[in-house]
C-alpha cells in the first residue's frame, strides 16, 4: 500500500467528513430541537451552490458571490420556516415527510426554471487553482480551502453552541424543549434562527462543493440521506457528535471506496472481490447506522438528558 | 349475535354504493377504453392499480402506525424476480411470482425484525436505511445490468393461460390482485389480528400488559406487507418491460407514501383514490408545462397543511356528510312545515 496514496485518501475522506459536517450540524439541530424530519435540507445546500455560481458569474468575486449565496439562503431558510415549517412541529413525522419531500420537488423546479437544466459552475480564480506539493503528494489548493473554512465553521459552531446565550438556548432546548418554553424562552423565534442557521451552513457547504462538482439539479438528495446517517450516527442534537460521525464517516466512505477490493482480494477470489467492493463501500455507511440505531438509537454521543426515553424495545 | 358497538369501527367510511360503483367502474374501464380507441388511458389505469396496490401494501402499516420511508426496495425486489431469471431464461411466470413474494417476505423479516426495535423517526430512517443498502447492492451488480437497468426479453408466462402481453389480460391480473388484497385486508383487521396491531399503534404497553406478543404482531404485519408490495413490483416489472435500481430510489418510496395520503391513511379504498389522482395529476400537469412538478410539489404540501392524513377520501365523507345533513335539515323543515299546516287548517 503506497503510503502517499493513503495520506492523498485520508485527505479526500476529511474533505467529505467536514462537507457532511456543515450539513449533518444544522440537520441535527433542527432535529434535535424541533423534533422536525428535514428532507428538504437538500434543497438549502443546492440553493447555496446556484446562488453562488450565479453571483459569481454576475460579480465575479468569490467572497462576494459566498456572501450573497449565504445571506439568501438564510433569509429563504427564514421564510420557508415561516410560511410551512413551523405549521407541522405539532403534527407528526409522516407529515414532516411528505411535506419536505414535496419542498424538495418545488425547490428543484424552481431552480430549473431559473437556471435552466444544465449545470453551473462556479470558476475559480487563478489563486485557487492549482496544487500544493508536499513531498510526494499533491494537494489541490481549493481542496485545502474546504476542509479550512469546514474546520472554521466547526470551531466558530462550537464557540456559538457552548459559549453564546443563543447557543446555551440550543442546548437546553435540545435536551429539553418543554421545559426551555415553560421558562419563558420565546421559542418561535429560537426555532427559525435555528433552521435558518441551519439552511445558511447547507448552503454554504452547496457553495463550497460547487466549483468542484458544479450546481446541479437534485445534487443534494443523495447527499442529504449520508447527512441522515451523520446524525443518526453522532446524536440527534448534538452538534459534537455530528462533527465526530461526519469525520467517520467521510474516511469510511472514501478509505472503504479505495481500499475495500484489495481487502476483499485477500479473502475472495479477483473478480468476486471486484463485484463486491463497490456495492460494500457504498453500504458500508447504512450498516453502521443501522448497526447505531439497534445497539445505540440515542447515537454515539448525545447531549447528555436528551431522549432518554429511547430505549430498546424488549422483544 | 351482537351488532358492531359503533366505537369499534375502525374508521369513519363512505356509503358502500360508492365503493361498489368504483369497483365496477374499474372492472368495466377496459371496456370504455376499447370502445373509446384510448389505448393510452389503459397503460395509466394498468400503472395506476399496480401502484395501488404496493401502496394499500404500504398502507397496512402505516395504518398501524409504522411509517416506512423503504417500500420501494420491495418494488424492486418484486421487479427483480421476473427481470433475474428470463435473464437465465426460466420465464415461468409462477416462478417469478414465487421469487417475488419469497423474496420480499424474506427481506422483510431479516430487515423487520431489525426495524421493530426501533419506533417513530427512527423507524423511518432505518427503513430508508434498508432501502439504500439494496439499492446500492443492485446498482454493483453487474451481471444484472448495474446502473443501466435490464429490458426484459419476454413478460412472465403462465403455460398460455394467462398472456401478460394482452394489456386488458395484465390490468385484470392486476385488479384481481389488488380486490383480493384488500378483501384479506378488510378481513385481516377486524380479525383480532388487526385489533392487535390497532391497539399497539394506540398504547403499546396496555396491549403489552393485556398479554398480547406486539412485536411479532408487528412483524407479520410488516412481512405481509412487504410480500404484497413484491407482488406489485412484479407486476410493475411486466408491466414496465423494464427494471432498474431506480425503482427503488428513496424518491420512489416517498411518492408511494404520497399517494397513501393523497387517498387517505387507514381507509381501504384509500390507494386506490390516490394511486389514481397521483397519476392522473402527473398527466395533466406535466401536459401543461415542463415546471409541473413545482405545481405538484405545492399541490401536495398545502395537502398536507391544510387536509391531513384523511386526504380525498376524508374530504369525500365530509362532502357525504353534508349532504346527509342537508337532506335531514330539508327533511324536517319539509315536516315542519306540514306540522303547521295542520295546525292552522
Redesign the interface.
Known amino acids: 500500500m503506497d503510503g502517499w496514496l493513503l495520506l492523498a485518501q485520508l485527505f479526500n475522506g476529511l474533505q467529505l467528513g467536514l462537507l457532511l459536517f456543515l450539513l449533518a450540524a444544522g440537520l441535527s439541530l433542527i432535529?434535535g430541537i424541533m423534533?422536525f424530519?428535514h428532507?428538504s435540507h437538500a434543497s438549502f445546500y443546492m440553493l447555496g451552490a446556484f446562488v453562488g455560481a450565479g453571483m459569481m458569474a454576475l460579480s465575479g468575486s468569490l467572497i462576494v458571490a459566498l456572501v450573497v449565496a449565504v445571506i439568501v439562503v438564510f433569509l429563504v431558510g427564514v421564510l420557508v420556516e415561516w410560511l410551512?415549517v413551523r405549521?407541522?412541529y405539532q403534527r407528526d413525522?409522516?407529515?414532516h415527510?411528505?411535506?419536505s419531500?414535496?419542498?424538495?420537488?418545488?425547490f428543484?423546479?424552481?431552480a430549473?426554471?431559473l437556471w435552466g437544466s444544465g449545470g453551473n459552475v462556479i470558476p475559480l480564480p487563478a489563486a485557487l487553482n492549482g496544487q500544493f506539493e508536499v513531498g510526494g503528494l499533491l494537494i489541490p489548493r481549493y481542496r485545502l480551502l474546504i476542509i479550512l473554512c469546514g474546520l472554521m465553521v466547526a470551531v466558530g459552531l462550537y464557540f456559538l453552541v457552548t459559549r453564546s446565550r443563543l447557543g446555551m438556548l440550543i442546548r437546553a432546548g435540545a435536551s429539553n424543549r418543554t421545559m426551555v418554553s415553560a421558562l419563558g424562552v420565546n421559542i418561535d423565534a429560537l426555532y427559525r434562527i435555528v433552521f435558518a442557521i441551519g439552511a445558511m451552513m447547507a448552503g454554504f457547504a452547496g457553495f463550497l462543493i460547487a466549483p468542484i462538482t458544479e450546481a446541479s439539479i437534485g445534487m443534494g438528495?443523495e447527499i442529504i440521506?449520508i447527512a441522515?446517517?451523520v446524525v443518526?450516527v453522532g446524536g440527534i442534537g448534538s452538534v459534537q457528535g455530528a462533527f465526530y460521525a461526519a469525520l467517520l464517516i467521510g474516511f469510511m466512505d472514501t478509505l472503504g471506496r479505495a481500499y475495500l477490493d484489495d481487502l476483499l482480494r485477500l479473502f475472495l477470489s479477483t473478480q468476486a472481490a471486484e463485484?463486491?467492493a463497490?456495492?460494500l463501500s457504498?453500504?458500508l455507511v447504512?450498516?453502521l447506522?443501522?448497526g447505531v440505531?439497534?445497539c445505540k438509537?440515542q447515537g454515539l454521543l448525545a447531549p447528555t438528558g436528551f431522549h432518554k426515553k429511547?430505549k430498546?424495545?424488549d422483544? | 349475535m351482537f351488532d358492531k358497538p359503533p366505537s369499534l369501527r375502525l374508521r369513519p367510511s363512505l356509503s358502500g354504493g360508492v365503493y361498489l360503483s368504483l369497483v365496477v367502474a374499474l372492472l368495466l374501464a377496459p371496456i370504455a377504453i376499447a370502445l373509446s380507441g384510448q389505448a393510452f388511458y389503459l397503460d395509466l389505469l394498468t400503472r395506476a392499480i399496480i401502484l395501488a396496490l404496493a401502496v394499500a401494501s404500504l398502507n397496512l402499516i402505516v395504518g398501524g402506525g409504522l411509517v416506512s420511508l423503504g417500500h420501494a426496495a420491495y418494488l424492486g425486489i418484486g421487479a427483480y424476480s421476473v427481470a433475474i431469471p428470463t435473464h437465465y431464461e426460466i420465464h415461468h411466470g409462477m416462478l417469478h411470482l414465487l421469487f417475488a413474494v419469497g423474496g420480499s417476505a424474506v427481506f422483510a423479516l431479516l430487515t423487520g425484525a431489525i426495524c421493530l426495535r426501533t419506533k417513530g423517526l427512527y423507524f423511518i430512517l432505518i427503513t430508508l436505511a434498508f432501502s439504500q443498502m439494496l439499492y446500492f447492492t443492485v446498482v454493483s451488480l453487474d451481471e444484472y445490468g448495474a446502473d443501466d437497468g435490464m429490458v426484459l426479453a419476454q413478460r412472465s408466462q403462465f403455460n398460455g393461460w394467462l398472456d401478460l402481453n394482452n394489456a386488458a389480460t395484465l390490468y385484470y391480473f392486476a385488479l384481481c390482485a389488488l380486490l383480493l388484497f384488500l378483501l384479506v385486508m378488510h378481513q385481516l383487521l377486524r380479525a383480532p389480528f388487526g385489533r392487535v396491531i390497532f391497539g399497539s399503534k394506540h398504547n403499546e404497553q396496555r396491549m403489552r400488559a393485556l398479554g398480547f406478543a406486539t412485536y411479532r404482531y408487528q412483524l407479520l404485519c410488516y412481512v405481509i406487507s412487504g410480500a404484497v408490495c413484491g407482488v406489485a413490483g412484479f407486476l410493475l416489472g411486466n408491466f414496465t418491460d423494464f427494471v432498474s435500481a431506480e425503482m427503488m430510489d428513496w424518491s420512489d418510496s416517498a411518492d408511494l407514501l404520497f399517494m397513501l395520503i393523497i387517498g387517505g391513511v387507514g381507509a381501504l379504498f384509500g390507494p386506490i383514490i390516490g394511486a389514481l389522482a397521483f397519476l392522473l395529476l402527473q398527466e395533466v400537469l406535466s401536459g401543461f408545462t415542463v415546471y409541473w412538478q413545482l405545481i405538484f410539489g405545492g399541490l401536495l404540501i398545502a395537502l398536507v397543511l391544510l387536509v391531513g392524513k384523511d386526504g380525498l377520501h376524508g374530504m369525500l365523507i365530509g362532502a357525504q356528510r353534508k349532504m346527509q345533513s342537508g337532506k335531514m335539515q330539508s327533511g324536517k323543515m319539509q315536516n315542519s312545515k306540514a306540522q303547521n299546516s295542520a295546525a292552522q287548517p
Open positions: 432535529f423534533d424530519i428532507l410551512i405549521r407541522l413525522h409522516l407529515d415527510v411528505l411535506v419531500y414535496g419542498l424538495i420537488l418545488v428543484d423546479t424552481g430549473h426554471m438528495n440521506i441522515f446517517v443518526i463485484t463486491a463497490p456495492a457504498a453500504m447504512y450498516v447506522m443501522a440505531l439497534v438509537p429511547i430498546l424495545r422483544v
